[in-house]
Structure formats: C-alpha cells, structure tokens
C-alpha cells in the first residue's frame, strides 16, 4: 500500500473521532507488513485526563489483534492543522516503544502536505524498557 492510500484510511479514520470539547478531530492508520491496516480516531471525556488520541488506539488496536513491532511498516496521522500534524508527547512514548525505530511516521494535514520521519527521530531520548534494569 502506498502510503497516500494509508493517509486517505487516516482522513477516514478521523471523521470517527469524538471531540466535542476540543473540536480536533485526529485520525490515524496503522500499516503492517502483511498489508492490513488499524485505524485509530482521538476519543475524549469531560475528564480530560481519560481521553485517547488516535495513534494509541490504531497502535493498541493491532496489538490487540496479535501485531508486535516486527509487522508494523507504519503509521500515518492526520489533523487540520497549519503544519503536517505530529503526535503529543505520550505518543510518541508509546511510538517509541511499541513500533521498530525505522518504521515510518507520515505526519499530514487536510492539505495534503506530509512529512516523513522515522520512529528513532521522533523522540531522540526516550525511556525505554532498558532504563527499568
């Protein structure tokens, strides 16, 4: 799948989201090696605390359906944004843990402008499961 086509799954995704307090619809698709894709949409809650944004739940999604680090080619995240959207910063915690270091990150915007990074450029010093030892 090219990665145009994972962006348009992405757009998709993000009508799904449920923002009634932010009204900032994000949308995200998950790409794996076999070619199947997890889509994820931010969900929010008056708690704001509590709310989930779209890259975890396309990336907790696939986990919950077998997929590890090794099958993920990437993950594509769109928003209306001036700039090509990028994930917060407990995203890209999560990023960082659970998708290999060159898998890609393609970030967008409704108008099509896209950047692309590779998951070891997005967070430079994250905590990893080797800081637990």
């Known amino acids: 799948m090219d990665y145009q086509k994972l962006i348009e799954r992405a757009k998709e995704a993000r009508k799904l989201s449920y923002s009634p307090y932010s ?17 994820g949409a931010n969900i929010e809650n008056a708690s ?28 594509a995240i769109v928003a209306d944004t001036p700039n090509p959207c990028s994930p917060c910063g407990a995203c890209r915690q999560v990023i960082s843990e ?23 450029d997005i967070l430079p010093f994250a905590f990893s499961e080797e800081d637990l030892k």
Not at 48 to 75: F, W
Not at 98 to 120: G, S
């Open 48 to 75: 704001y605390p509590l709310c989930m944004c779209a890259e975890r739940n396309a990336i907790y999604q696939s986990y919950l359906d077998g997929v590890r680090k090794d099958d993920i080619v990437a993950i």
């Open 23 to 39: 009204h900032f619809p994000v949308g995200a698709a998950l790409l794996t090696k076999d070619g199947k894709v997890y889509l």
């Open 98 to 120: 659970l998708l290999r270091t060159d898998a890609d990150i393609i970030m967008t915007n409704l108008k099509d402008e896209t950047t692309v990074v590779k998951v070891k």
